[in-house]
T-cell receptor
Framework: SQTIHQWPATLVQPVGSPLSLECTVE??????LYWYRQAAGRGLQLLFY??????ISSEVPQNLSASRPQDRQFILSSKKLLLSDSGFYLC?????????????????FGPGTRLTVL | DQQVKQNSPSLSVQEGRISILNCDYT??????FLWYKKYPAEGPTFLIS?????DKNEDGRFTVFLNKSAKHLSLHIVPSQPGDSAVYFC??????????FGTGTSLTVIP
């Protein structure tokens, strides 16, 4: 069965410090991978998605970056954190290529990382 | 630009009654819609989905209705149970690679 791991579960970082959040998926090959952020009072904002190794699409301009060094590894990074980067970060995967029409078309989410920037 | 909107941030319902959560979208190219349930400090879990070729999909106590002309979908939970208390997100996709989420509705089912 497929599983998705995220770590750390919680993180408190000072403003200006770097960030590295890691996500790994087991039990599937060549998945689509996603990073979302849920900020207070807001929905799930898509930050990055990747359809393959080294292929990253960014949805919103920000001081964050993402990398996919391996098929089932997705990393979210920042060189200098801002206060506004605080939030709940979620990694997710979905089947790639897209499954049979209208079947199995869902995303599976990891447990999330609670980031607090002080 | 929020392409998927959930205009009710919160909803309270008595146990045993119907919960109706609403979602509107703006992109007519969306052809697949999903509902997720999320507890605090956890990732969302998939609940139910519907494709644009249908107007209704049912799974146990959960039913999703899609009105394409109005660009509106809703999730019905009948009967509501205290364990249903959570934040519910609707999401939409047009290509299968990207999903657009609403801002969520916090459902409280009162025993």
């Amino acid at each position: 069965s497929q599983t998705i791991h995220q770590w750390p579960a919680t993180l408190v970082q000072p403003v200006g410090s770097p960030l590295s959040l890691e996500c790994t998926v087991e039990g599937t090959s060549n998945p689509n991978l996603y990073w979302y952020r849920q900020a207070a009072g807001r929905g799930l904002q898509l930050l990055f998605y990747s359809v393959g190794i080294g292929q990253i699409s960014s949805e919103v301009p920000q001081n964050l970056s993402a990398s996919r060094p391996q098929d089932r590894q997705f990393i979210l990074s920042s060189k200098k954190l801002l206060l506004s980067d605080s939030g709940f970060y979620l990694c997710a995967w979905s089947v790639f290529p897209w499954g049979q029409p209208f079947r199995d078309n869902e995303q599976f989410f990891g447990p999330g990382t609670r980031l607090t920037v002080l | 630009d929020q392409q998927v909107k959930q205009n009710s941030p919160s909803l309270s319902v008595q146990e045993g009654r119907i919960s109706i959560l609403n979602c509107d979208y703006t992109n007519s190219m969306f052809d697949y819609f999903l509902w997720y349930k999320k507890y605090p400090a956890e990732g969302p879990t998939f609940l139910i989905s519907i494709s644009s070729i249908k107007d209704k999909n049912e799974d146990g106590r959960f039913t999703v209705f899609l009105n394409k002309s109005a660009k509106h979908l809703s999730l019905h939970i009948v009967p509501s149970q205290p364990g249903d208390s959570a934040v519910y997100f609707c999401a939409a996709s047009d290509t299968g690679n990207q999903f657009y989420f609403g801002t969520g509705t916090s459902l409280t089912v009162i025993p």
